[in-house]
């Protein structure tokens, strides 16, 4: 039954109740119904015919923040502000009359003069001849429920946002692909040092720019916490390298006092998780600063204590007030127009799941300072880094086949793998590789994921079942570092994979890897540049 009914049906009962009362020996009391009424959740106020209060429960006085009496005192102009009173007297009881009940949303009042969205149903109360003697109408305060509503609205945007950011960024990663390897081709050739100079300024570039796209994938993208070994210099120079640029033109000068990689321990995380709290922090730092003078100073300081890494990011923003200091970590705690206020709480979230803290004070004059701390990892794995200097060139020439639907990254495969020594065979399609599979023998397959009609996974399969041979000497190129199903794909059958944007020395690493079969269990760590990984 509902409330209303409830209620509905509980002050009928009071009549019949009343009569049978001298006749029980233990009949409930007019108080009983009013304690009952009490403490039902909504609000609800009975009138008489003319619409004038009667009796109020106390979920209606606290929706009001007036006492009982008060109310029944002030009438309904305490409750209503003048446009709803109207539309109350003029509309709502009349059509009550005519129907018996009418439901509707309307504005209500509270005693400090704010308006609220609240929601009424209200119902005649008739005697035994059908003859109106009054009303009664059920309140609920509709404020938190619009403000979800407002909420889920405002998320699913952003997922709707999030999704589109993150087929454009994989989309980037092609292009890019092209640029940083062409770039490189040309590097090599005999060019004048002026010309070289400017062929490194594209490909760093374009590395730089990878990087972000890579970025944006990791925050846009939802995935399950993997923990592996981490070092928050390394997160945090990746989140700089989001944020450098417009910092810089939002006039916010940026101070990095890391601590030197070596001395500082790693941690054991997830490293996009990680990425989107010191974001989540960075922006709020950022959007203080902004918000206040339009120029600051943001300083971010790593150190290492006994067990623990210590991150503290400061700013010159206008700090926090005092009164809202202790909210902010709760969920859709927010000051700014546009803010899910859910920033701060999945970043404490994210850290104490990590058996980690943060907390904020404010500076002594200005801004305030978040300061996360993070345990360090109990074993430390050492980071094998790629080799600065290309491997030596295997004397063999392999005979590769390349499966890529975009004619520039096979023109791009073509003129690395020759580059290297090998032998490479072009294929646009699945359809087009597998005859050839039959006639001919090749060392090697460098296979795209994302392909139309047949992907990737499923000519895996098919190899699996027609040339299991092959299924030793793939080696996956992708540039969708974070999606899930080919994750989990890769993991489960222990593929090499190689990343997009790459350059040639992780190309030639890569390949000589999967044919010598020297799986280096180490080098799948987020913190190596090297972008191919192994998946164990
Ligand atoms: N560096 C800061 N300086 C001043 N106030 C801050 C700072 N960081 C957070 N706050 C306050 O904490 C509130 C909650 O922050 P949180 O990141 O959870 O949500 P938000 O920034 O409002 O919204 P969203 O992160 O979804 O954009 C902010 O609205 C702001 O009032
Ligand atoms: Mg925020």
């Known amino acids: 039954m509902t409330v209303l009914g409830f209620a509905f049906k509980l002050f009928l009962l009071m009549d019949l ?83 018996g009940i009418k439901k509707d949303e309307i504005e209500g009042i509270n005693s400090q003069g704010e308006h609220f969205p609240l929601s009424i149903s209200t119902m005649c109360v008739e005697e035994n001849d059908d003859k109106n003697v009054g009303f009664v109408t059920l309140c609920r305060d509709m404020s938190e429920e619009i403000e979800f509503r407002r909420r889920r609205l405002h998320s699913d945007k952003l997922a709707a946002v999030g999704e589109m950011l ?36 594209i490909s760093s570039e374009a590395i730089r720019t990878s990087k972000i796209v890579r970025n944006l994938l990791s925050v846009v993208r939802s995935h399950q916490p ?26 916010i000068r940026l101070v990095r006092r890391l601590s030197e990689d070596k001395t500082l321990p790693m941690v054991l995380g997830d490293y996009q998780q990680l990425l989107e709290v010191f974001l989540n922090v960075i922006n709020n730092a950022h959007q203080a600063i902004s918000s206040d003078r339009g120029k600051g100073t943001l300083t971010i300081e790593t150190s290492s204590k ?59 004059q200005r801004g305030c300072t978040f300061t996360i701390s993070l345990p360090i990892a109990q074993e430390s794995v050492s980071i094998i880094e790629a080799p600065s200097e290309p491997l030596a060139l295997s004397p063999q020439s392999f005979d590769i086949m390349v499966l890529d639907d975009e004619e520039v990254i096979l023109d791009l495969h073509y003129h690395l793998l020759t580059q290297l020594g090998h032998k490479p065979h072009l294929f646009r399609s699945v359809q087009e590789a597998l005859p050839a599979l039959k006639g001919q023998t090749f060392d090697l397959i460098l296979s795209d994921v994302k392909m139309p009609r047949m992907n990737g996974r499923k000519f895996y399969t098919h190899l699996k079942k027609h040339h299991p041979e092959m299924t030793q000497k793939i080696i996956f190129v992708t540039g969708d570092t974070l999606n899930k199903t080919s994750h989990l794909f890769f993991k489960k059958h222990h593929l090499n994979v190689l990343y997009k944007p790459f350059i040639l020395k992780q190309l030639e690493e890569i390949i000589h890897r999967t044919l010598e079969n020297d799986i280096n269990l180490n080098d799948n760590s987020s913190e190596n540049e090297s972008e191919s990984t192994t998946y164990e």
Do not use: C
């Open 17 to 99: 109740f009343k009569e049978a009362m001298p006749r029980q020996k233990h009949a409930p009391t007019l108080l009983h119904f009013q304690k009952a009424l009490d403490l039902t959740g909504n609000g609800l106020l009975l009138q008489d015919k003319e619409g004038q209060p009667l009796y109020i429960n106390q979920a209606l006085s606290t929706i009001f923040g007036s006492s009982q009496e008060e109310i029944i005192a002030e009438g309904l102009k305490r409750l209503f502000p003048e446009e709803s009173l109207k539309k109350f007297k003029k509309n709502i009881l009349p059509e009550t009359l005519r129907f």
């Open 166 to 201: 993150a087929e454009v960024a994989h989309e980037l990663n092609n292009p890019l692909t092209s640029v940083v390897g062409f770039s490189e081709l040309l590097l090599r050739k005999r060019v004048s040092p002026d010309i070289k100079r400017l062929l490194r300024r």
């Open 226 to 251: 993997e923990k592996m070994e981490v070092g928050i210099n390394g997160v945090i120079q990746n989140v700089l390298e989001l944020k450098t640029r417009q910092l810089h033109i939002d006039n």
């Open 306 to 364: 006994k067990d623990s890494v210590v991150i503290r990011i400061s700013d010159t923003g206008p700090g926090i007030p005092e009164s809202v200091i202790g909210k902010l970590f709760q969920p859709f705690f927010t000051t700014k127009s546009d803010g899910s206020g859910l920033g701060l709480n999945i970043s404490k979230k994210i850290i104490q799941e990590h058996g980690g803290d943060i907390t904020v004070e404010n500076g002594r």
